[in-house]
């Protein structure tokens, strides 16, 4: 199989299907050949990533996709850290001051690093929110707690309608915290 030669010529968006749908069906991706490992980087934009993967996979030999929204990618990288590939330059801003002042409502942030093209940030994996269980009204209050909670550190700069249960997660401590740093 080889799935970026198939979708490369669908929008940028789309192209997390085909990645999502395989991951679902068989719990891991092929990587049968050189171009299969990096198309986490083509997924954001064509081939312009390309050098930037490349750096990326030498860096992360272990680094397999993970998950994908509008802006990004993230990778598990092992060691419990994930790598978060975005061009949204507030989450750079954002991970900067998590490192700066850590929150307890963010997963912990290692490292922000500006590429040439994009933006690569280094945060603690966390278990994602399963919500299929709870009440929508308890899940609206538990994030309507957290979006306080973020609102108290970044006032009225911070999209809170961001902070949604695909963005936060549960961390080694067993609290729920934000794993999306779009949220300017
Ligand atoms: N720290 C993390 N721990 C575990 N999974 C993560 C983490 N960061 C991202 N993911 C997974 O990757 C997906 C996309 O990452 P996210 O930062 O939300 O990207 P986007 O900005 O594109 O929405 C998340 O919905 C989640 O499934
Ligand atoms: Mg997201």
């Known amino acids: ?3 970026y030669k198939k979708s490369q010529k669908k929008r940028v968006h789309s192209l997390a299907l085909p990645l999502e749908e395989e991951l679902s069906e068989k719990g891991h991706l ?3 050949d050189d171009e299969n490992l990096w198309f986490g980087a083509y997924y954001l934009k064509d081939d312009i990533l390309e050098e930037e993967g490349k750096m990326l996979e030498s860096r992360y030999p272990e680094m397999r996709p993970l998950g994908s929204g509008h802006e990004g990618i993230a990778y598990d990288i092992g060691d419990g850290k994930v790598l978060k590939l975005t061009f949204n330059e507030a989450e750079y801003d954002i991970g900067q001051t998590l490192i700066d002042n850590p929150s307890p409502h963010f997963a ?13 940030i280094v945060l603690e994996k966390c278990q994602l929110w399963d ?21 108290d550190l970044f ?4 999209n809170l309608q961001e902070i949604t249960d695909d963005n936060v997660g549960i961390n080694s401590k067993g609290n729920l915290v934000v794993i999306d740093l779009g949220i300017m």
């Open 30 to 32: 092929d990587y049968d």
């Open 155 to 158: 006032g009225c700069f911070a």
């Open 1 to 3: 199989m080889n799935w």
């Open 108 to 120: 912990n942030v290692y490292s922000v690093e500006k590429l040439n093209q994009s933006y690569a």
């Open 131 to 151: 919500t299929s269980e709870i009440r929508h009204e308890e899940v609206e209050k538990i994030l309507g707690a957290l979006r306080s909670n973020v609102y």
